[in-house]
């Protein structure tokens, strides 16, 4: 071969062979037909530090009126999109989510943008926009027609609505949105309206939420079986479902966290059975004349004593024993007498009323998603591992029945356990999955930041690569929450200092 064939030869030689290899060796296989954001992708499916510069510089410039930077930042937007789902679709975690709480000042133009810019540019596939928290609803306070303020309520942006805005942006960019929000607290302003009075839950010391949670206030706990608070709620939910999210959230179903003794209800006035349509609800649990005065007695004095069943046993002489839903008669045809009955009463007539106040929050909840159902919009349950724990003979004061949720509904398991590895959060999760039917999706919320420790906890790296080993069964994880991971921003935002 001449010479000058030969030096032109050797390099088409070379690239033919490494083309072999690397086919032959599916290296390349991943990226062929991918954007060429999908390459610069890490495990996570976050976007490089330079991709994500270069797409907030566009941004900039389109917001200043370069045309052609406007372009460019819309293809950028679409192509991460495409990117970080293409990934998600690739990865043993097919969702992956943060919760995200939005103020006034997002209505500033740009501001949801560069958000929702940001939740892509971390590997996230879905957004929880906190929409319903602190008495408060992000619904414009011009079309409000809820039991509740606005979260925008400055006069200049009476017709801004936080809730559509957010859903559009975050779909723009290929995130699934949905509605969070607070569920059985229903916040401070709800309080303050004294027709409400009657709808807030009470306890037998005749506190209500406001006494026994230390949180400056906020929080104030209703009566699930309140027609109005259940009226209220579900008008709430209709307005929220108009503006078509991918899914909605309820969070906060149970009664208040107490703290110290009062951590475990282990008498029925710890219960907040203390209201008018919970007890009326109640009474009609029972199923013959001695049930219900048992049942009265009970309420009224916290326990029952001989005397009381003697009483009704001459009250109601036609009546064998005293039955209501969900009591084993005695196999026995003779009526024990007063002091051999006694304790087993009064043990039936405490699992009464907690299943009582259990069913009110799963009743509640059922019902709460109706509008979602009716839209076919999907619908999740958002609960503490632990809320729902016997304590002796007592019950974690939270009353959180989580594991007689419906299955057809996403499972929201906040894992926030904190011993300092990340074994404690698989071990609530485990848990979780352990409870839940096969056919329901489990979504952990794991609380912490990327690369770091975020009080006490693991990074978030390291905590997913513990729930790694419930794959397949477990396909998606959230992480509490964008503020964690930006905590200056957050503060930037909500005091409208200028980004």
């Not at 500033?108 to 609803?137: C, H, W």
């Not at 009474?283 to 049942?295: E, M, P, S, V």
Request: proline share 5%; net charge positive; hydrophobic share 40%.
């Amino acid at each position: 071969m001449p010479k000058h064939l030969l030096n032109i030869a050797k390099p088409m030689f070379f690239w033919r062979y490494l083309l072999t290899v690397v086919f032959s060796s599916n290296l390349l296989i991943p990226y062929l037909g991918a954007s060429p954001a999908v390459a610069q992708l890490n495990d996570y499916c976050q976007l490089s530090s330079t991709a994500i510069q270069n797409k907030e510089k566009l941004r900039l410039s389109a917001m200043r009126g370069n045309k052609e930077a406007k372009v460019r930042y819309r293809e950028q937007v679409a192509q991460h999109a495409k990117g970080v789902q293409q990934c998600r679709n690739r990865n043993w975690l097919k969702v992956q989510a943060v919760w995200l709480r939005l103020y006034p000042c997002d209505i500033k133009p740009g501001a949801l943008d560069r958000i929702m810019d940001q939740i892509v540019s971390k590997g996230y596939n879905a957004v929880y926009l906190e929409t319903f928290y602190d008495g408060r609803v992000m619904l414009p306070a011009a079309n409000n027609p809820t039991a509740w303020p606005s979260v925008v309520q400055m006069p200049e942006a009476k017709n801004a609505d936080l809730l559509a805005a957010g859903i559009q942006k975050g779909r723009e960019r290929g995130l699934k949105v949905y509605a969070w929000m607070y569920t059985a607290n229903f916040g401070y302003s709800y309080a303050q309206r004294r027709e409400k009075e009657s709808a807030i839950a009470r306890n037998g010391k005749g506190q209500t939420s406001l006494y026994v949670v230390n949180d400056g206030g906020n929080q104030v706990f209703i009566d699930p079986y309140s027609a109005e608070a259940k009226a209220d709620y579900y008008r709430l939910v209709q307005e929220v479902v108009r503006r078509r999210p991918d899914g909605i959230l309820f969070d906060y179903i149970r009664y208040p966290r107490q703290s110290g003794t009062d951590s475990i209800a282990t008498k029925v006035t710890d219960l907040w059975l203390y209201t008018e349509a919970t007890q009326q609800a109640l009474f009609k649990r029972a199923q013959n004349y001695k049930g219900l005065d048992l049942i009265r007695r009970f309420l009224s004095k916290g326990f029952i004593s001989e005397a009381d069943i003697s009483d009704v046993d001459q009250l109601y002489p036609q009546e064998s024993e005293p039955l209501w839903q969900g009591r084993v008669i005695p196999s026995q045809k003779a009526i024990l007498p007063a002091n051999l009955r006694q304790s087993q009463l009064q043990w039936d007539l405490w699992q009464l009323s907690v299943a009582h106040a259990m069913q009110g929050i799963i009743d509640f909840v059922t019902m709460a998603s109706n509008p979602a159902k009716q839209l076919g919009i999907p619908s999740g349950v958002v609960f503490f591992p632990d809320g729902n724990q016997v304590v002796g003979r007592g019950y974690d004061s939270r009353l959180q029945p989580w594991d007689r949720f419906p299955s057809s509904m996403e499972w929201h398991a906040m894992s926030y356990a904190n011993c300092g590895h990340a074994g404690c959060v698989a071990q609530q999760v485990a848990r979780v999955l352990s409870m839940a039917k096969s056919q329901t999706q489990v979504i952990p919320a794991i609380a912490g930041n990327w690369g770091e420790s975020a009080k006490g906890r693991p990074p978030l790296e390291v905590q997913m690569q513990a729930l790694r080993q419930f794959a397949p069964r477990l396909r998606g994880v959230s992480h509490f929450a964008y503020s964690w991971q930006d905590p200056e921003d957050d503060s930037d935002r909500k005091f409208c200092r200028a980004q």
